[in-house]
């Protein structure tokens, strides 16, 4: 009887720490490697960075083109951009102009020939 009285109080002096050891354990790998652990967060910071540069990249691009936009509105029509674009539009050319042929298209909102 004194042997399984030792035997017990041992095991519950063993299994009690190995047990608190073992959630402590699985507790600090979710910590790093969980669905909301620090190197999901640390991924989520850098796509939210990546998007952050493209969205100020498209944001100046918008900016540029609302630009080009504004020179061709009604009230303040650019007689120049106008005839550019109309140039371009219609690959019409004066008798005096001189022509320099470029291996890409010169309109901006198309892409360039596939080779």
Do not use: C, T
């Not at 540069?53 to 944001?59: Q, T, V």
């Not at 083109?65 to 050319?93: F, H, K």
């Amino acid at each position: 009887m004194a042997v399984a009285l030792e035997i017990r109080k041992r095991f519950a002096q063993i299994v009690l720490p190995v047990m608190g050891l073992g959630a402590l354990a699985y507790l600090g790998y979710h910590l790093f490697e969980g669905d909301r652990g620090l190197k999901a967060s640390w991924s989520v910071e850098q796509r939210l960075a990546k998007a952050e540069a493209e969205r100020k990249a498209l944001m100046a691009e918008r900016q540029k083109i609302e630009s080009r936009v504004g020179l061709l509105r009604e009230g303040s029509l650019d007689r120049d951009m106008l005839d550019e674009r109309l140039r371009q539009m219609l690959n019409l050319v004066q008798a005096n102009d001189v022509v320099i042929l470029y291996a890409k298209p010169l309109a901006p909102d198309r892409p360039a020939p596939a080779k």
